[in-house]
C-alpha cells in the first residue's frame, strides 16, 4: 500500500516482469543468467575473432561483427535490469530508465532489421556478380551500410521515445512486463492513445517492408543464379554462404512480424512477453551460435586463436628454462 502511495505520486514504473509471481525466482535467474552470458561471450568472442584474424577481414564478417556489437548492447539494455528484479522486492524502474530503454530498444531492433536487409544484399553480390564485388562492396560502401543501419535505427528511437513517453501516465504504474516495451507502457496512459498506436503500427510495418523487400529480392535472385549453376559444389557453397543468414533472417523476422504486423486481437500480455523474451533474450544468444556452428571461416579461426594460446605458453616455458 505505501509502495502504491508513492507511485502515484512519482514518475517512476513498476516492472512486473516475464512472470509475474514467479515460485522458483531463483531457477529462473539462473537460467536466464546463463543465456545472458553465453550470449555476451559468442557475441565479443565474434567480434574479437572478425578483428584479430585476417581471412576473417570481408565485408560479410564486417557487417555480422556490426550485428554483433547490437546484440550485445541489446541484451544487455533488458536482461540486468530483468535479473535484477528476480532477486528484488522494489521492481522500480525510473522514468528516465524506461525512456532510456525505449530509445536504446527501438533503436537497435531498427538497426538490426536495416543491417539483415543489406547482409542479404551482400550475399547477393557475392553470389550473382563475384567479379564485381570488391568494387560493390568496397571498405567505403561497407561504412556507409553499417552508419546507416545505425542511423537508420536511431531514426525509429527519436521519432517514437518522446511521443511515447509525452502522454500522461496517472493511477497505476504497473507495466506488465519486463522491460519498456512501447505497447506495454502505453496501456498506463490515461488518454486515448488509439491514433498513436495505428500510426506507430504504419511506422512499424515501413520499417519492416524496406529491409524485407531487399532480402526478398536478393535471395530470389540468388536462387535463380544458383539454379543456372552447372556446378553442383557452386551451388552447395553458394547455398552455404547464405544459409546462416537465412536461419537468423527468419527467427528474428517471425519474432517482428507478430509485434509489430498482427492485430491487436492476437495479442495478449503473456504472448506479447513470451514473444519479446525470445527476441530480446535468446536471439542474441542464437545469431553468433548460429554463424560460428554453420561457418566453417569462422570454426577455423577459432581453432586457430585457442591453438595459438597452449603454444605461447609452451613458448614462455622454454625461454624461462633458457634462462636459468
Known amino acids: 500500500m505505501i509502495m502504491e502511495a508513492i507511485l502515484q505520486n512519482s514518475t517512476d514504473f513498476i516492472l512486473l516482469g516475464l512472470i509475474t509471481h514467479p515460485e522458483l525466482p531463483g531457477l529462473i535467474f539462473a537460467v536466464v543468467f546463463s543465456i545472458f552470458l ?3 561471450t559468442a557475441n565479443v568472442v565474434m567480434i574479437l575473432l572478425i578483428h584479430v584474424d585476417s581471412c576473417l577481414n570481408t565485408p560479410m564478417y564486417f557487417l555480422l561483427s556490426q550485428l554483433s556489437i547490437m546484440d550485445t548492447v541489446y541484451i544487455c539494455i533488458t536482461v540486468p535490469k530483468m535479473l535484477q528484479d528476480l532477486l528484488s522486492k522494489e521492481k ?9 530503454q525505449i530509445f536504446l530498444y527501438l533503436t537497435l531492433i531498427g538497426g538490426e532489421f536495416f543491417l539483415l536487409g543489406l547482409m542479404a544484399y551482400d550475399r547477393y553480390v557475392a553470389v550473382c556478380k563475384p567479379l564485381r564485388y570488391p568494387l560493390l562492396m568496397n571498405r567505403r560502401i561497407c561504412l556507409f551500410m553499417a552508419v546507416g543501419s545505425w542511423v537508420g535505427g536511431s531514426l525509429d528511437g527519436f521519432m517514437l521515445t518522446p511521443f511515447t513517453m509525452s502522454f500522461p501516465y496517472c493511477g497505476s504504474r504497473e507495466i506488465n512486463h519486463f522491460f ?3 505497447p506495454a507502457v502505453l496501456k498506463l496512459s490515461c488518454v486515448d492513445t488509439s491514433l498513436y498506436e495505428t500510426l506507430m503500427y504504419a511506422c512499424c510495418v515501413l520499417m519492416l517492408l524496406i529491409p524485407i523487400s531487399v532480402i526478398s529480392v536478393s535471395y530470389t535472385r540468388i536462387l535463380l543464379t544458383v539454379h543456372h549453376m552447372n556446378s553442383a559444389e557452386g551451388r552447395r557453397k553458394a547455398l552455404a554462404t547464405c544459409s546462416s543468414h537465412i536461419m537468423v533472417v527468419s527467427i528474428f523476422y517471425g519474432a517482428a512480424f507478430y509485434t509489430n504486423v498482427l ?9 506479447d512477453k513470451i514473444v519479446s523474451a525470445f527476441y530480446t533474450i535468446l536471439t542474441p544468444m542464437l545469431n553468433p551460435l548460429i554463424y560460428s556452428l554453420r561457418n566453417k571461416d569462422v570454426a577455423t579461426a577459432l581453432r586457430k586463436v585457442l591453438s595459438r594460446c597452449p603454444s605461447s605458453q609452451k613458448t614462455r616455458v622454454v625461454d624461462l628454462s633458457r634462462i636459468y
Open 180 to 182: 519498456c516495451e512501447i
Open 263 to 271: 492485430p491487436h486481437s492476437y495479442h495478449t500480455p503473456e504472448k
Open 38 to 40: 553465453v550470449s555476451v
Open 92 to 100: 522500480i524502474i525510473s522514468f528516465f530508465g524506461c525512456t532510456l
